[in-house]
């Protein structure tokens, strides 16, 4: 990928996210948002769960 110095920031990023994407494929990103998926339901059920619990 060559630089190119007079694309604005959002077009040079969009360049650069479609180069990395023909490179490795969707997996990498759908990985992440996976991980993140569960860390986050994690968490939801862990706060859920918290404010459930009662002091006797």
């Not at 490179?23 to 459930?52: C, F, H, P, T």
Request: charged share 20%; aromatic share 6%; proline share 4%.
């Amino acid at each position: 990928m060559e630089h190119l110095p007079h694309l604005p920031a959002s077009a040079w990023l969009t360049e650069a996210a479609d180069a990395a994407a023909k490179e490795q494929g969707a997996g990498n990103l759908l990985r992440v948002v996976l991980i993140v998926m569960v860390l986050g339901s994690v968490l939801m059920a862990w706060l859920l769960l918290r404010g459930y619990k009662r002091d006797e």
